[in-house]
């Protein structure tokens, strides 16, 4: 056994402990070592599946923060309290500082190393679809240009996702939830006057309202 591949096995079994441990963090900087030191291969489904766990773990407690204060937020603002208002918005940023950081790494590693090395069909849709849910919880908080932005990749991201899926045997489709979906245009485009046949040809658009 290569050193590579050496320290692949162990960074694993770390990952493993860690989420056991609850430790999400760890478990993703020992999955991002993971998919660094591979540069001819893609990731096992195992490994995969690590990586998926330990971003979804790690993003998922920041964004239940940021719903929480923004909603907080909000109740002090209507009641005129602008000293808490003020404290609230500086620890929202915060907040928002680690969702961007958090969403920055995963969406590096994946246009880096995760895309390019997938070779299968299956690993290159989960790979395009967590790009997707990715520049989506960016677009949930970002504002202005940013925003906007962050919807497009989104968006751009899970078409290129249906697209595959269309290519696969459907025995193997990972499909795209309808409420997936629905929640992405009524929460990134819900000021924008357009029906999903404009967005959408209409090949995926019947794929999609099938599902």
């Not at 909603?71 to 500082?97: C, F, M, P, T, W």
Request: glycine content about 4%.
């Amino acid at each position: 056994m290569s050193p590579t591949e050496s320290s692949r096995e162990e960074n694993v079994y770390m990952a493993k402990l860690a989420e056991q441990a609850e430790r999400y963090e760890e478990m993703v900087e020992f999955m991002e070592k993971v998919a660094k030191t591979v540069d001819v291969e893609e990731l096992t489904v195992e490994e995969r599946n690590l990586l998926s766990v330990a971003y979804k773990n790690v993003i998922g407690a920041r964004r239940a923060s940021w719903r929480i204060i923004s909603s907080i937020e909000q109740k002090e603002e209507s009641r005129g309290n602008e000293d808490h208002v003020a404290q609230l918005k500086e620890y929202r940023g915060k907040i928002e500082a680690e969702l961007s950081k958090i969403c920055d790494g995963i969406l590096s590693l994946l246009e880096s190393h995760l895309i390019p090395l997938a070779s299968s069909a299956e690993s290159k849709v989960f790979y395009l679809k967590m790009k997707g849910d990715y520049h989506r919880y960016l677009a949930e908080f970002k504002t202005g240009a940013e925003r906007k932005e962050a919807a497009e990749s989104t968006l751009l991201a899970y078409k290129s996702a249906q697209v595959g899926q269309l290519l696969m045997q459907s025995c193997h489709l990972l499909l795209l939830t309808q409420l997936g979906w629905d929640l992405l245009l009524t929460s990134l485009f819900s000021t924008m006057k357009s029906s999903t046949h404009l967005i959408v040809p209409a090949i995926l658009q019947n794929r999609l309202l099938a599902n």
